[in-house]
């Protein structure tokens, strides 16, 4: 069981706005930078957040990140069929000593 | 553009040892990045195994620490997994990254396409 928690699954229609929380510690997220991961059906995850809300070149300004005390925030906006995805947040854990991802989300545009 | 690729055997009988190694493109072992592994069961999350610097630095996820050993060949480009007295729970698909690691700073930036090993036998 991930010290990260997410949502099962978000939903929205096309074009429509979708959040994904990841809540967890003091010992992970309230202490370090978060980062974002998306992963398509089928392939490997790609980096789409990192340093809580900074993107890396080629990814849309769609996708934001925000952090707050031991919570994370991915948004989506102008949501696109080719967003339906297992969306994972990221970071170390002091206490664990350990990298953790979230339970992960999954994505669909209704 | 850095490309990762995993490479070994696809299926692992009980109690032997899971061997991969993951080749980088470009030269780029050597840089200030670290090295890692990841591993997805089939229909579940992400789960983080370890990661090493150039140097032969290593760090474990404790869940594994007992079973995994991390190596670098720098004069082959690439980075190697052993898992041991693998069983069932460690059918997964095996993904290597490139890691960004400073400070509060703390991600993967690159990823392999992945390479399934079932424990089966």
């Known amino acids: 069981q991930s010290v990260l928690t997410q949502p099962p699954s978000v939903s929205a229609a096309p074009g429509q706005k979708v959040t994904i929380s990841c809540s967890g510690s003091?010992?992970?997220?309230?202490?370090?930078?978060v980062s974002w991961y998306q992963q398509l059906p089928g392939t490997a995850p790609k980096l789409l957040i990192y340093d809580n809300n900074e993107r890396p070149s080629g990814i849309p300004d769609r996708f934001s990140g925000s952090k707050s005390d031991t919570s994370a925030t991915l948004g989506i906006t102008g949501l696109q069929t080719g967003d339906e995805a297992d969306y994972y947040c990221g970071t170390w854990d002091t206490s664990l000593t350990a990298y953790v991802f979230g339970t992960g989300t999954k994505v669909a545009v209704l | 553009q850095m490309q990762l690729q995993e490479s070994g055997p696809g299926l692992v009988k009980p109690s032997e040892t899971l061997s991969l190694t993951c080749g980088v493109s470009d030269n780029s072992i050597t840089s200030g990045y670290y090295w890692g592994w990841i591993r997805q069961p089939p229909g579940k999350g992400l789960e983080w195994i370890g990661s090493?610097?150039?140097?032969?630095?290593?760090d474990y996820n404790p869940s594994l620490k007992s079973r995994v050993t991390i190596s670098v060949d720098t004069s082959k480009n690439q980075f190697s997994l052993k898992l041991r007295s693998v069983t069932a729970a460690d059918t997964a698909v095996y993904y290597c990254?490139?890691?960004?690691?400073?400070?509060?700073?703390?991600?993967?930036?690159?990823w392999g396409q992945g390479t399934l090993v079932t424990v089966s036998s």
């Open positions: 090493i610097y150039h140097s032969g630095s290593t």
């Open positions: 003091s010992s992970n997220i309230g202490n370090n930078y």
């Open positions: 990254a490139r890691r960004w690691q400073w400070m509060v700073q703390d991600y993967f930036d690159y």
